[in-house]
């Protein structure tokens, strides 16, 4: 299995970008899909899930009701559409997959396969 973020950028603040993450390699609907992100000098972090059937996304306190999370299941791609844009969300975004509990699904170390990540810089 392979995933291929791609979509980051500069971006001024109040902005809007959308990242995908391309799957290949195996059975895309059998995995729920995350994206984590990273900024310099702190760790990585939970962003938001979307499950096998694209139910119920969840999303971190801190994107909730500017991010969103879909996936196209006949692409094999899940996107994240990261809206209002401010200056803390500047981080490197990573895609990832598992097939784990939905209780344990805030945990990286659940994720069985990781994107090589993009880069999202927010500033003006």
């Known amino acids: 299995v392979q995933l291929q973020a791609s979509g980051g950028g500069l971006v001024q603040p109040g902005g809007s970008v959308r990242l995908s993450c391309a799957y290949s390699?195996?059975?895309?609907?059998?995995?729920?899909m995350s994206w984590f992100r990273q900024a310099p000098g702190k760790e990585r972090e939970f962003v938001g899930i979307?499950?096998?059937?694209?139910?119920?996304?969840l999303y971190a306190d801190s994107v909730k009701g500017r991010f969103t999370i879909s996936r196209d299941n006949a692409k094999k791609t899940v996107y994240l559409q990261m809206d209002n844009l401010k200056a803390e969300d500047t981080a490197k975004y990573y895609c990832?997959?598992?097939?784990?509990?939905?209780?344990?699904?805030?945990?990286?170390?659940?994720?069985?396969?990781w994107g090589q990540g993009t880069l999202v810089t927010v500033s003006s």
């Open positions: 990832a997959a598992t097939n784990s509990a939905w209780s344990t699904i805030r945990d990286s170390r659940v994720y069985d396969y």
């Open positions: 390699g195996g059975t895309f609907r059998n995995y729920h």
């Open positions: 979307i499950g096998r059937t694209s139910s119920n996304p």
